[in-house]
């Protein structure tokens, strides 16, 4: 049984420009939660989906959006990044609408220069 | 806002001693409990978890303990390997916001050999 699958693992972009990142839920798994995870902070909650539809948002700024798809694979996308975007940036899945289950990928680290 | 935290930021112990990290909870709602190990460069793994009706839970190796009356949760890795080195976050789920997760900074653990 395939895991979290995010792509790309690793990302360097410059001050300004956007990027979206990649999430592939685990096959039947129709949660996908975002995380941004850097140095010192733990785990930051940045959104999750269900059945395509956004249900919760964290407290971050509107650069930050992202969608989920029908087969449930999602995206995020940061736009006009700045330096203190750098992160590691997870994603998690679950089938039910709860947390049991909640399996995470291994990330994608961006760095912003 | 809600939130969970840990008491101890790092922890140093001996390989065969046994560990205990320590969370505290603000959320009386929730009702959800789970620990995650994550090692260097992956994500977040799932260790054990706990629901609110339960005082205490065990694993392979791993013990949960749940006091709802000071709202703590403790995680007890018995007989501590160097593979066990690895930083650990407690996290909590609520019926009131079952689409959220709210992790805690998260504990270093490092074990001697």
């Known amino acids: 049984k395939a895991g979290v699958t995010q792509t790309p693992r690793y990302l360097i972009k410059t001050r300004g420009q956007q990027v979206t990142l990649s999430c592939s839920p685990i096959?039947?798994?129709?949660?996908v939660s975002w995380y941004q995870q850097t140095p010192g902070q733990g785990l930051q909650f940045l959104f999750e989906?269900?059945?395509?539809?956004?249900?919760n948002k964290g407290n971050f700024p509107g650069r930050f959006s992202g969608r989920q798809f029908s087969n449930s694979r999602s995206e995020m996308n940061v736009s006009t990044l700045e330096l203190g975007d750098s992160a590691l940036y997870l994603c998690?899945?679950?089938?039910?609408?709860?947390?049991?289950?909640?399996?995470f990928g291994s990330g994608t680290r961006l760095t912003v220069v | 806002g809600e939130s969970v935290g840990l008491h101890l930021p790092t922890l140093s112990v001996q390989e065969g001693d046994n560990s205990i990290i320590n969370c505290a909870y603000s959320?009386?709602?929730?009702?959800?409990f789970i620990w995650y190990k994550q090692e260097s460069g992956k994500g977040p793994q799932f260790i054990i978890d706990i629901r609110s009706n339960m005082d205490k839970r065990q694993g392979q190796r791993v013990t949960v303990l749940l006091n709802k009356t000071v709202k703590h949760l403790s995680l007890q890795i018995a007989a501590t390997q160097p593979g066990d080195s690895a930083v650990y976050f407690c996290a909590e789920n609520s019926k009131t916001s079952y689409d959220k997760v709210i992790f805690g900074p998260g504990t270093s653990l490092s074990v001697i050999p």
């Open positions: 959320n009386s709602a929730s009702d959800y």
């Open positions: 096959s039947g798994h129709r949660s």
């Open positions: 998690a899945s679950s089938f039910l609408d709860r947390a049991e289950g909640y399996t």
């Open positions: 989906y269900f059945s395509e539809t956004q249900r």
